[in-house]
């Protein structure tokens, strides 16, 4: 997902994603005004809320009322290492839920993809750039290899000539593409979900024996969508 940060006055910053805005400040002791949640702030918020997500999920497949049901997370700051953190999350469950239920909502938590995510340790990568939309593709974290020669019965190119070809199509018509997920929940089968960066609502779906294949379906189909669209984005295509 593309966020993209707007520098606002003081030291007030407004994160832009979707169809959302979020504004972040600082507290006074740090020379802000205190008028909104610090980045920090809202890092830790999303761990809680993922966590309490599941919780809701959980209950309300299985009918279970969550009106009385309380989460609250608190994170343990290491003495001598302020980047070294527990985060401890704490459920308070009514007595009416039974002993099995009580098991699968703490084994829910365990499913929060931010928790996951922070678990498996992100790779950040930082760099400068001439123009932030002048790499309409850059987000396609699959790349093919370019030696590479994959033949498909009754296709007239490989497989990851197409994806080039195809990804070079919506590049030319300034069209960010993301791969919002991933999916291999059986052996062989890959699918994945795209979307254009700057308009989520714009997205499909790609589903292959191998992770090549899901992604040259998914863009395949989004270009047979744009084809029977005419409009796309709130604009008119004719």
């Not at 980045?39 to 497949?61: G, I």
């Not at 609250?72 to 953190?85: A, M, T």
Request: net charge negative; aromatic share 10%; proline share 5%.
């Amino acid at each position: 997902m593309e966020i993209k940060v707007n520098f606002l006055d003081k030291l007030r910053l407004e994160a832009r994603f979707d169809d959302f805005a979020v504004i972040a400040d600082q507290p006074i002791r740090y020379k802000g005004d205190g008028s909104a949640p610090g980045p920090f702030d809202y890092f830790l918020a999303s761990s809680a809320l993922c966590a309490a997500y599941f919780v809701k999920l959980y209950c309300e497949t299985r009918n279970i009322p969550t009106d009385n049901i309380r989460l609250s997370q608190n994170n343990i700051v290491d003495p001598e290492n302020r980047y070294k953190q527990i985060f401890k999350i704490q459920i308070e469950l009514p007595e009416d839920i039974s002993a099995s239920d009580r098991q699968g909502i703490l084994r829910s938590v365990e499913r929060c993809t931010v928790k996951k995510v922070v678990q498996t340790g992100p790779e950040f990568v930082i760099e400068e750039v001439a123009n932030l939309d002048a790499d309409a593709q850059s987000l396609l974290t699959l790349q093919p290899d370019a030696q590479a020669s994959t033949w498909i019965a009754g296709k007239d190119l490989p497989l990851e000539q197409t994806i080039a070809n195809m990804s070079r199509v919506l590049a030319d018509l300034g069209i960010k593409i993301e791969i919002a997920s991933w999916r291999n929940l059986v052996p062989n089968v890959w699918s994945l979900h795209i979307r254009d960066a700057h308009s989520p609502m714009c997205f499909t779906n790609g589903k292959g024996a191998s992770k090549e294949s899901a992604l040259a379906s998914a863009l395949g189909e989004y270009i047979e969508r744009l084809n029977c669209n005419h409009f796309y984005n709130d604009q008119f295509w004719g």
